[in-house]
């Protein structure tokens, strides 16, 4: 089972729950310890041993192969430059003992790193009202609104200057809603992602109006490649390109199985290219266009596999799936950026591969004293070169890592910290899924303020002046 499996369910789950009166759901998180021969380079490097980090590995481990096929072996960073105005690089500043849910609307600046905090979401009355994911923007065009998954199982959309509801979507709770990129009143999504209610079209709503229009009926085309095609869907987990104006999803049937792939062009309205399934791969768990454009991803779960606009030339890239985001490099070109969470020779790293070479790079080791789930949002296409990293499900309390957003620049592994998050994390409901908007000049993120429950909100971070 793929880590996105052990966290994630699929939010006509979340509606069926409401219409149950289901008030709490378990999921269980598994977090993949290093084995032996990493803890004891972890010791060795330290100079100490610390007992939470200290857990039973396999006696014996076989290690996958260096690089997968075809990509190129990994290189280390050098140490970056440190601006003296930010707190970078492994900094443990615990949060703060006195800190407290702080009112609505309210900026305040985190405890340690001095970044204006805000809490945008209350979920008084009902389960949660949370982002809905570190790969789906938050925020519009303009950074006037954001949207929130409630826990009535809707999607509500709110003035982010005052927090005022603006409306409840009328879209279906598995609708994979993206904003427009350009804008700010248009979200684009599909029916839905089941035989009862998904499509072959592609849809917008006007969030002022709340009309809806079909922008894109793919349903002759890729029937006639795919005869037994219901219906369209990335599982939530996939995005535009930065445009807006290529896509991928996993074509299924009425069986609920993929059988095939898609990438479209919404701008010229063509199909770029049709695909079966990889038969070695497992399960196919997600699918993405990068944000070029150039490049379609997708993950399996025994694989994560990237290949041209078109559907040729796949190319593994790591013999697994796991948290992750498609970034842009600081030139402009896609990324790859994930946490390999493998015995291999890159586990415990956050990894970034360029998509045109395959060429890897280590960015920091996270089983160095340290060991946490972690979510990647590359969605800051204004300022490429950078990602966020959240931080949850500490195994080692008082690491470094422990409930943290920060920023990290591809180019140097130099991690800038931004806010801890207060958050205990308990399930998937209060993972903190923080996201960057296209500016990088705000991140989303959840927090459930200690209360270890579903409660989720969404809380804001003013992002500094980056190098």
């Not at 703060?96 to 340690?112: E, G, Q, Y």
């Not at 003035?159 to 993206?178: F, K, V, Y």
């Not at 422990?402 to 990290?408: D, L, M, R």
């Amino acid at each position: 089972m793929s880590e996105h499996d052990r966290h994630r369910r699929t939010t006509a789950d979340r509606a069926r729950d409401v219409a149950l009166g289901v008030t709490s759901v378990v999921v269980l998180t598994m977090v993949v310890i290093p084995a032996a021969a990493d803890a004891a380079r972890s010791v060795e490097a330290s100079g100490r041993i610390d007992s939470a980090a200290v857990v039973s590995a396999p006696a014996e481990r076989v290690d996958p192969p260096t690089t997968p096929t075809g990509s190129t072996p990994s290189a280390t960073l050098p140490p970056p430059d440190v601006p003296t105005d930010l707190v970078t690089g492994f900094d443990a500043t615990p949060p703060s003992p006195t800190w407290t849910r702080p009112a609505l609307f309210v900026s305040s600046p985190d405890p340690a790193y001095g970044s204006l905090v805000r809490r945008m979401t209350s979920a008084d009355g009902t389960r949660f009202d949370r982002n809905t994911y570190s790969r789906r923007q938050a925020e519009n065009a303009d950074g006037t609104m954001f949207f929130t998954y409630h826990g009535d199982a809707v999607y509500r959309v709110y003035d982010r200057a005052s927090g005022d509801l603006i409306r409840i979507l009328d879209i279906h709770p598995d609708s994979e809603p993206q904003w427009h990129p350009t804008d700010p009143d248009a979200i684009r999504h599909i029916a839905g992602s089941n035989s009862y209610v998904g499509d072959l079209t592609y849809l917008e709503t006007s969030v002022g109006s709340g009309q809806q229009r079909t922008i894109a009926d793919l349903t002759t085309r890729v029937q006639a490649v795919f005869p037994a095609a219901l219906y369209l869907a990335d599982k939530a987990e996939g995005s535009p390109s930065a445009d807006g104006n290529r896509l991928a999803w996993m074509v299924h049937d009425g069986n609920e199985d993929a059988i095939g792939i898609v990438s479209y062009d919404l701008a010229d309205d063509e199909i770029l290219g049709t695909a079966t399934l990889d038969p070695t791969a497992g399960r196919l768990d997600w699918v993405s266009a990068s944000p070029t454009g150039e490049y379609v991803m997708a993950g399996y779960v025994d694989a994560t596999v990237v290949l041209d606009a078109d559907l040729t030339r796949p190319r593994r890239i790591n013999d697994k799936a796991d948290h992750s985001d498609i970034a842009l490099t600081a030139a402009g070109r896609d990324a790859y950026v994930y946490i390999d969470f493998s015995a291999g020779a890159d586990g415990g790293w956050l990894m970034s591969v360029e998509l045109d070479t395959l060429a890897r790079t280590r960015l920091f080791d996270l089983y160095d004293d340290a060991n946490t789930s972690v979510h990647v949002s590359g969605k800051g296409y204004d300022r490429p070169g950078w990602v966020v990293v959240s931080t949850y499900n500490c195994k080692v309390p008082g690491a470094w890592s422990c409930e943290k957003v920060f920023a990290v620049e591809l180019a140097t592994g130099l991690i800038v910290h931004l806010a801890h998050t207060y958050n205990c994390g308990d399930n998937y409901w209060t993972e903190t899924h923080a996201v960057v908007n296209r500016s990088f000049t705000r991140v989303f993120f959840n927090s459930d303020a200690g209360s270890c429950g579903i409660d989720a909100e969404v809380y804001e971070i003013e992002v500094p002046p980056l190098p």
